[in-house]
């Protein structure tokens, strides 16, 4: 298993364009996860879907929105873009919830977004 | 709200010399912590998380509910273990939603 893939690596948009940023996750996860890095900061939460319904949603307006497909692969959406929108996009993805412990989150490379 | 906090943005330590890279959170539940590693041109992966209670690479973490920390610890840094480190909570009442830290820069020189 190649472990959790995105596409494409890095990207280049205008201001006021529109992005989709694609990740597929491990096989027999059903849970895919999006985070925006910003550079030199931590991962901040954007979404999380588990079995194609949205399950969590981090403070991100709505330009951005996401789904995910019946085989688990996952789509970030972002409309309008900003400058600020600049950053590293990365996918994780994890097995079902286990009760009240949190299931490892497996990352992928990311999606490296200019925004011009 | 959740809050991680890694006050360090970069240590830099010899080889042989004891590591501790400093995480405090907040949080009004019962908390889920994680240490993550970067290493040079490779993804996020997890390096260890508390109720696992166990020593990955040499590095241990405890938790501390009273000082509301989760301080990462190995007794003798080796040069491979240069990468970045973030610490994160877990809301286990909002998914599997991860809150990260900022990150501290490890460096551990010859």
């Known amino acids: 298993d190649a472990g959790v893939t995105q596409s494409p690596t890095h990207l280049i948009k205008t201001r006021g364009q529109h992005v989709t940023l694609r990740c597929s996750p491990i096989s027999g996860h059903k849970s895919v996860s999006w985070y925006q890095q910003v550079l030199g900061q931590g991962p901040q939460f954007i979404f999380q879907?588990?079995?194609?319904?949205?399950?969590g949603r981090g403070n991100f307006p709505d330009r951005f929105s996401a789904r995910q497909f019946p085989n688990y692969s996952s789509e970030l959406n972002v409309n309008a873009l900003l400058l600020g929108d600049s950053a590293l996009y990365l996918c994780?993805?994890?097995?079902?919830?286990?009760?009240?412990?949190?299931?490892?989150?497996?990352f992928g490379p990311g999606t490296r977004l200019t925004v011009l | 709200a959740q809050r991680v906090t890694q006050p360090e943005k970069l240590l830099s330590v010899f080889k042989g010399a004891p590591v501790e890279l400093k995480c405090n959170y907040s949080y009004s539940g019962s908390p889920e912590l994680f240490w993550y590693v970067q290493y040079s041109r490779q993804r996020l992966q997890l390096l260890l998380r508390?109720?696992s209670r166990e020593s990955i690479k040499g590095f241990t973490a405890d938790l501390n509910k009273g000082e509301t920390s989760f301080h990462l610890k190995k007794p003798f840094a080796q040069e491979e273990d240069s990468a970045m480190y973030y610490c994160a909570l877990s809301d286990n009442n909002a998914g599997n939603m991860l809150t990260f830290g900022g990150g501290t820069r490890l460096m551990v020189k010859p």
């Open positions: 879907y588990y079995e194609k319904e949205e399950r």
């Open positions: 508390h109720i």
């Open positions: 994780a993805s994890s097995g079902p919830p286990q009760g009240l412990s949190t299931d490892t989150q497996y």
